[in-house]
T-cell receptor, first 112, second 115 residues
């Protein structure tokens, strides 16, 4: 069964810093990987999707990379802002089936 | 931007009661899902639905759960006899397809509290 881990569990940075969130998964036979943002008590907002054949995806200040062979993905946030404060979840879709396996998330606080 | 909508946003129910959670997926999407998140835990897959039938379900999705697409727009999750451990946030999601380039979109969730 696919296990997804995110490190660190919590991160606090001053505004303007660049930061990296990490996601690791145990089974490298993935179909794709998606990064989400979750605000407290709210739903999941899709940030980036990386297909298994891709190495990275970019959207604005966000860049996600994927290294399937080592079972890792990173989410890079440039020039962080207080509005980036949220929990960031990575989710991996296995090579078979439709379900996503989620990590426990990284809670990010950007201090003004 | 199209979005997945869910109702109710919060429901409190007594143990043993039946609950129906409702979702309106994005209109041109063909695949529908339910996930849940118990407070402080990971988001977990419950079920996926395509072409009016369940395509995949997890071990959590036992006989007390059922899903239905009663009309062309709604997708529902029914919990027949709720237990305390069913208290969680339930997320509906949809996607256009299941190819590797298809993004899955989630709703805002329905908080279910069983007392």
């Amino acid at each position: 069964k696919q296990e997804v881990t995110q490190i660190p569990a919590a991160l606090s940075v001053p505004e303007g810093e660049n930061l990296v969130l990490n996601c690791s998964f145990t089974d490298s036979a993935i179909y794709n990987l998606q990064w989400f943002r979750q605000d407290p008590g709210k739903g999941l907002t899709s940030l980036l999707l990386i297909q298994s054949s891709q190495r990275e995806q970019t959207s604005g200040r966000l860049n996600a990379s994927l290294d399937k062979s080592s079972g890792r993905s990173t989410l890079y946030i440039a020039a962080s802002q207080p509005g980036d404060s949220a929990t960031y979840l990575c989710a991996v879709r296995a090579g078979t089936g439709n379900q996503f396996y989620f990590g426990t998330g990284t809670s990010l606080t950007v201090i003004p | 931007e199209p979005e997945v909508t869910q109702t109710p946003s919060h429901q409190v129910t007594q143990m043993g009661q039946e609950v129906i959670l409702r979702c309106v997926p994005i209109s041109n999407h063909l695949y529908f899902y339910w996930y849940r998140q118990i407070l402080g835990q990971k988001v977990e897959f419950l079920v996926s639905f395509y072409n009016n039938e369940i395509s995949e379900k997890s071990e959590i999705f036992d006989d007390q759960f059922s899903v239905e697409r009663p009309d062309g727009s709604n997708f529902t999750l029914k919990i027949r006899s709720t237990k305390l451990e069913d208290s969680a946030m339930y997320f509906c999601a949809s996607s256009r397809g299941t190819g590797s380039g298809n993004t899955i979109y989630f709703g805002e969730g329905s908080w279910l509290t069983v007392v």
